[in-house]
Each structure stands twice: as structure tokens, then as C-alpha cells.
């Protein structure tokens, strides 16, 4: 077990805009989701949470295509809380203009936006904007590097392979304090390295499995961030999960979500029917799924910091068609009870 403060703990969401069902069972459109995750954004302001996060996707289960707009958005009807993406597809698109629209956000939000960078779980991007498959790995190794210059917020010389090369290119607008920036991994030992290489924070996407099989990426990559000679770097975790007033009343509003969006997936990748003894393991203390009660969740969070040494955490609170008003409750659940219950537990 790693300490860990609570007061700088920050306990924060990710959506990635799954189009749900309205009262009477029919899929609600692609736009009235996005308007969704908009008032959503504001609830967990509302409420205290330190992060809302969007993740982009190009396929019909998820609405997010293009999620700096719905986050400059949600930036213009919130105050507090840090306004960022879960994840952003970097291999299929330009550094540059992700930093570009990043740095807008910022000035948007008032210094509240954050990147998180990522190859992406799926691949519609790639031959939807004109990349080869192959070029997977080397895509992102690229990209990742030219967009670390970037964040330097001078001119940059770069070139490689797969992009036209730069020379002294300035790029604007500039920033008031920088931009935050991490990268989003799956747990391989070279995704931690290359975080550390090029000084991001590392983002674990925890989907599956306990978090403590998760340990020796986070000590890889701060072993690796002396190595670099980079300071010492956050470390957060990404994990679906979903709150109500009982476990039994979690388990079963969530299980709809769950079912539905692993089948829907799995139907293309070849997965076995999801089912509700493999849901029942995966909200379990073995599981990735943090779906309870108040005190079950924050008792499954604070183990899951302290194993990792995490200094954020955030719940992936949009499951396949959970509705909109059950994920309006469990994110004021979120911030009411089980954030201070979190505190509490760790202090």
C-alpha cells in the first residue's frame, strides 16, 4: 500500500457519450446525448468533482465524435472543475491541431483543460480519416513525440516518417500556464516507458481485472521517470462504474448498460455473451467494475489509490443505455457521499 494525501486526491468522471434509452425504451438521437453530457458536466461541477472527461469515439454507440466542442460547451456553464478527453484518438489525427484546439479549450475554460492522449480501443478513426493499420504502433510513437515539443509552447524543428517535418513552426494560441497532459494506456510495460520518455502523466485504463495486477506498470513508470531524468508524474486510473442508494439497486440499474454495450462490442471482436455471473465477478473485490453503494464504492476506490499510488481517479459513470437520470443520481452520489467517504477512508 502506497500513502496517499487525501486533500490532493482528485475523484473525477469520464463519458464516453453512450447513447442511452429515454422512459419508454427507444434510443434517444446522437444530438440529445450530447446536450445530456452537457448537463452532466455542470452536475458534477455542481457538486465538486475535479475532472469530467470525454471520450472520443466514431461509432453509433457513442455520440462524441468531436469532444473539445461538447467540452468548450460544458466550459461555458461550469466554474470549478478541470474539462478534458477519455481519450484522445492521437494516432488519427494532427498534433498540431490537437494542440490547437487544447489550447483554445484552455483559454475557453479559464486554465481548466486537460488532454488525455491515447492510441484508442478502437479503430473506425483510422480508415475514416485515412491512416493504415499497420502504422498503428508508429503513428502514435510519432505523434506522441511531436506533441510533447508542442507542449513547450515554443517553436518546434521536428520530422518523421509519417508527417510532413517542421521547422522553427510556432504555434498558437499560447496558454496562460500550460496545458496538463497525459496519456492513456491498457497496462504494457512499453506504454508506461514511453509516458515516462516523454514526460506525460499516466493514465491507467483499469477495464478489467484487479487493480493490483496493475501495480507494476505504475512502478515501471515512475522508475522510469528518474530514469528520463523527469519529475516525479501523476498517476490516475480510468474505470467504469455506477452509484445508487444500495449495492442491489447499483447492480441492477447497471447491469442493463453493461449487458448491452459488451454485446454489441463483443458481437464484432468475438467475445462470449456477457452475462450476469461475470457481472456479479466483475463488481466484485477481483473486478474493475465500481458499481455499489456509497460506502462500497469509496471503500473499492481508496484500496484501488493507495495499491497504486494514484493521485486521481476516474469513474467511467456512462454504461451502454443507462438512462440519464440514473447517471445524474449517481453522479450526485459521487460527489456527495462518496468522495468525502474517500477522504475519510484514506486520512
Do not use: C
Not at 427507444?26 to 448537463?39: D, H, K, M, P, Y
Not at 461550469?78 to 484552455?106: C, K, M, N, Q, Y
Not at 530514469?227 to 447499483?250: K, M, N, R, Y
Amino acid at each position: 500500500m502506497t500513502s496517499i494525501d487525501p486533500a490532493s486526491l482528485e475523484l473525477g468522471l469520464d463519458t464516453f457519450g453512450d447513447v442511452t434509452r429515454d422512459a419508454s425504451g427507444e434510443l434517444i438521437s446522437g444530438a440529445q446525448t450530447i446536450r445530456n453530457v452537457v448537463e452532466q458536466a455542470v452536475l458534477a461541477d455542481r457538486v465538486g468533482l475535479s475532472f469530467f472527461g470525454v471520450g472520443e469515439h466514431h461509432r453509433r454507440e457513442f455520440a462524441v465524435s468531436s469532444p473539445e466542442i461538447v467540452l468548450a460547451a460544458a466550459a461555458a456553464r461550469t466554474e470549478r472543475i478541470h474539462l478534458g478527453t477519455a481519450v484522445t484518438v492521437l494516432s488519427s489525427d494532427d498534433p498540431v491541431r490537437v494542440f490547437e484546439r487544447f489550447s483554445t479549450l484552455d483559454a475557453v475554460s479559464n486554465g481548466r483543460a486537460e488532454v488525455i492522449l491515447g492510441r484508442g480501443s478502437f479503430i473506425e478513426s483510422f480508415p475514416l480519416f485515412g491512416y493504415d493499420l499497420r502504422d498503428y504502433e508508429a503513428l502514435f510513437d510519432e505523434k506522441l513525440e511531436l506533441f510533447s515539443q508542442l507542449l513547450t509552447e515554443k517553436p518546434v524543428t521536428w520530422s518523421g516518417t509519417l508527417r510532413a517535418s517542421l521547422d522553427a513552426a510556432d504555434v498558437f494560441p499560447k496558454t496562460e500556464n500550460g496545458l496538463r497532459a497525459w496519456v492513456g494506456v491498457g497496462g504494457t510495460p512499453e506504454s508506461a516507458v514511453r509516458a515516462a520518455r516523454y514526460g506525460y502523466g499516466l493514465m491507467l485504463a483499469i477495464i478489467g481485472g484487479p487493480a493490483a495486477r496493475f501495480r507494476p506498470f505504475a512502478d515501471l513508470y515512475r522508475r522510469s521517470l528518474d530514469t528520463f531524468d523527469q519529475p516525479q508524474l501523476p498517476v490516475g486510473v480510468h474505470s467504469p462504474g455506477h452509484i445508487a442508494e444500495t449495492d442491489q439497486q447499483a447492480w441492477d440499474e447497471a447491469y442493463e448498460g453493461f449487458e448491452a454495450m459488451n454485446n454489441s462490442i463483443g458481437r464484432e471482436r468475438g467475445w462470449p455473451t456477457y452475462n450476469r455471473l461475470r457481472f456479479q465477478h466483475d463488481v466484485g473485490p477481483e473486478g474493475a467494475l465500481y458499481v455499489g453503494s456509497p460506502e462500497t464504492v469509496a471503500r473499492k476506490i481508496a484500496d484501488t489509490v493507495q495499491t497504486l499510488g494514484a493521485s486521481r481517479f476516474d469513474m467511467k459513470f456512462s454504461t451502454g443505455t443507462l438512462s440519464h437520470e440514473k447517471m445524474l443520481r449517481s453522479i450526485e452520489l459521487f460527489g456527495a457521499e462518496v468522495a468525502p467517504r474517500v477522504r475519510d477512508m484514506l486520512s
